[in-house]
């Protein structure tokens, strides 16, 4: 009897030094593993690129796990500030622009662009179908105030679209933050996907990128109709920039750069073209490296330049060379 209870404890003792060495294996292993955390716009993030991007990356490195801080641009700037972020993607060249001035943000890598879109009910009450983007709102303005309810509702977020959607109110001759205090003006204070579905619930007409659309569209979410589209005013580029460990020395800066070198890597870029094309019919996202490069399509690559790059010594440059750091190759 003492035997076999001897035995059984010896057992016990075996299986709880195994599992217990298991554990401590498996926990090492998580513990060594580093979080790169991203702050990026909620267009990326929506349309599930970023899921795709991630899954790809840890694959390629097992000592890292990617995290992702959707919003929209003008917050992604500041959680970087704080340093709450390792390294951004966003797209509104002008905040980006003070985020390096400001030396927060370096290294900034244009890696994709599409185009922004006015979308609206099929009904298109206002008739912009097919007009400008000046032309368009010109005609939702002089509808909305002529109407009784509301016709277009904004992000009102200082996002990238944000951004953009003021930019082509001034080119429309109208003052932004004038016309948002009119009742036919609403504003979301929301994501993307968000203003979508109130678009669509009360039939207003919104900005987009066209990404978050198709998604929302395709995916029987919404029934809004593309409008307004594809002209070099509705460009929609889309950088990376990792934050400086000079401003703010805890972040991860050799992660954050190896990431934006994943970014901007042949596979990579063949990787964002591919992505929706079955789903949709067509790339929710188009690669921005060998268009610079390369100079082709020729006008696409001018309207990158003359949207998205900084003028530094009357020379112009997605980063200029004084928010350079390092020698990681990205501007050979």
């Given at each position: ?153 904004s992000r009102d977020d200082k996002s990238g679209t944000n951004q953009k959607e003021k930019a ?146 009357g020379t112009l440059y997605e980063c200029p060379p004084e928010w350079r750091y390092g020698d990681y190759g990205l501007y050979t």
């Open positions: 009897m003492r035997t076999e209870q001897r035995m059984i404890l010896t057992i016990a003792v075996i299986a709880v030094v195994v599992v217990s060495t298991g554990s401590y294996l498996y926990f090492s292993q998580i513990g060594t593993k580093q979080t790169l955390t991203i702050s990026t716009t909620t267009s990326l993030y929506d349309t599930g690129l970023l899921d795709r991007l991630k899954e790809v990356y840890e694959e390629q490195n097992h000592n890292v796990i990617v995290a992702f801080i959707s919003a929209g641009t003008g917050i992604a700037l500041e959680q970087a500030k704080r340093g709450d972020a390792d390294m951004i993607l966003v797209h509104a060249p002008d905040l980006e622009y003070e985020f390096m001035r400001e030396g927060y943000g370096v290294n900034r890598k244009i890696f994709a662009y599409n185009f922004f879109v006015i979308v609206g009910p099929t009904s298109d009450p206002a008739e912009i179908n097919g007009t400008s983007p000046t032309e368009a709102l010109q005609k939702i303005s002089l509808y909305g105030r002529n109407a009784t309810t509301a016709v277009w509702v082509l109110w001034a080119a429309a001759g109208l003052d932004y933050d004038e016309i948002r205090n009119e009742s036919w003006f609403v504003s979301s204070g929301s994501g993307m996907g968000t203003t979508l579905n109130i678009a669509n619930e009360r039939g207003l007409y919104t900005l987009s990128d066209i990404g978050t659309y198709l998604k929302y569209y395709s995916d029987g979410l919404i029934q809004l109709k593309e409008l307004v589209r594809s002209d070099e005013t509705l460009l929609n580029v889309y950088s990376a920039m990792a934050v400086n460990q000079t401003k703010i020395p805890h972040v991860k800066f050799d992660i954050a750069m190896d990431f934006i070198k994943f970014l901007v890597s042949n596979d990579t870029q063949e990787l964002i073209v591919s992505y929706g094309l079955e789903d949709y019919g067509t790339p929710l996202f188009y690669p921005a490296v060998n268009v610079l490069k390369s100079r082709e399509p020729p006008d696409v690559a001018q309207w990158i330049k003359n949207y998205a790059f900084f003028d530094s010594g």
